[in-house]
């Protein structure tokens, strides 16, 4: 690789002379620098040394266009790329389903169990209604002695069966 | 109805496109925020308008030619993706050949890909044919001969450093202006001037010692096209 090349130019012009090189340079700038180049030499032999090869570059042609075909096929990529993105994800899925039918049947197992705990105490209620409906009086003479649930009234029945022994 | 826009709403097959009746930069604006808002004709209008400048600058920093297509269409996608955060106020395409240089930058990492290499020197009758062009201002005939000073130029510009080279490529072969080369590689303008005019006195050095070692060896083989070196 060759970086030998040192230029002898000003630094402060090499700006002015890309731009004269490139026919970009007019007005009080070209003046300026026509100026300078009457006095400088080391400027004047660089700007000589380097204006043949322009010939060289001017030679040269752009890339070509790659054609119609290449946004065909970059939206045909970007659609497919989308389309991946936006599809669900296959491999997941079995997993996914199986997981909302294990779902579903905890939700069905839970209704069940529920009903089946509301009846049993609905049925509790009931025989509590009847045994306190055949309670003697003298069991439950003032507040501080009411049956408040089965419990209390099985509890009562065997301390008056003893009492009765 | 401007051709483009005309162009736009046929490929958009009747989907209406309100592109603007005014100058070019407004248009390419309008075509950037029907984008935005998800029509892909507009996107597609916006890749034919600079798919051959991408394709050159991509190809100025791979320089292998099997590699820029791929590298250009990911570019690409890479701007269908993330068009939405462009925010309008800076140029389209300065955004875009931005994100066309990072993501040379990020091929040649992970690839770890170095430049072409020439390996054989210029024989004694390339360089005078060369020497036809510089010196005695005799541009070349015909499809042929231009397609081999090309290739000699492609050979001296190997020889250069490479942000030499790639400047000299986009300035004088892709038609980049200074001020769009200085905002896409983030220089100073004043800095892509110097090192244009410098590039250009090391391509002529470059020339001058292959037409000066070629006169005192004679004849020597053509140089092998290039090879890419992996690291």
């Known amino acids: 690789m060759n970086d030998e090349f040192k230029s002898s130019a000003c630094p ?14 007019g007005g009080a700038e070209a003046a300026r620098l026509a100026e300078h180049l009457k006095t400088c030499a080391g400027c004047r032999t660089a700007c000589e040394f380097v204006t043949p090869i322009a010939r060289l570059l001017a030679v040269a042609e752009p890339t070509t266009d790659p054609g119609p075909g290449f946004a065909h096929i970059v939206m045909a990529r970007i659609r497919e790329e989308q389309a991946r993105h936006g599809a669900p994800k296959t491999i997941w899925q079995p997993f996914v389903s199986l997981a909302w039918r294990f779902a579903a049947t905890a939700a069905l197992a839970a209704v069940v169990l529920l009903a089946y705990d509301t009846s049993s105490n609905k049925r509790a209620q009931e025989d509590i209604a009847v045994l306190l409906a055949d309670e003697p009086h003298d069991l439950a003479q003032d507040a501080h ?3 408040h649930n089965r419990d209390q009234v099985l509890l009562m029945m065997a301390e008056s069966n003893n009492g009765k022994q | 109805m401007p051709n483009v826009a005309k162009g736009v709403a046929a490929s958009a097959q009747a989907i209406p496109l309100p592109l603007a009746h005014t ?5 390419e604006r309008e075509l950037v925020r029907l984008a935005q808002n998800g029509t892909e004709a507009a996107f597609e209008e916006l890749i034919r308008r600079h798919q051959r400048r991408v394709y050159a600058l991509v190809r100025s920093i791979l320089r292998r030619r099997e590699d ?3 590298v ?3 570019v690409f996608l890479k701007v269908f993706v993330s068009i939405k955060r462009f925010d309008l106020r800076a140029a389209f395409s300065t955004w875009l050949y931005k994100i066309t240089v990072n993501e040379c930058w990020d091929y040649l990492r992970k690839k770890k890909v170095r430049p072409l290499v020439y390996e054989a020197d210029l024989s004694e009758e390339q360089v005078s044919r060369l020497d036809g062009i510089i010196t005695a201002d005799r541009p070349p005939e ?5 397609a081999e000073v090309k290739e000699l130029l492609d050979w001296m510009l190997a020889k250069l450093p490479e942000q030499d080279a790639r400047l000299l490529v986009l300035k004088e072969m892709e038609g980049f202006s200074v001020h769009e080369l200085a905002e896409i590689l983030d220089l100073n303008v004043n800095t892509v001037k110097v090192r244009l005019f410098r590039a250009r006195g090391r391509l002529m050095d470059v020339y001058r010692r292959r037409k000066s070692s070629a006169m005192a060896s004679g004849p020597s083989p053509a140089p092998e096209k290039g090879k890419a070196e992996n690291l």
């Open chain 1, 145 to 147: 002695t009411r049956i």
């Open chain 2, 23 to 27: 100058g070019k930069g407004e248009e």
């Open chain 1, 12 to 25: 402060e012009f090499e700006p002015l002379l890309e731009d004269h090189l490139s026919g970009e340079l």
């Open chain 2, 72 to 74: 250009a269409q990911q």
């Open chain 2, 68 to 70: 820029v297509e791929d």
């Open chain 2, 142 to 146: 015909g499809p042929a001969e231009r």
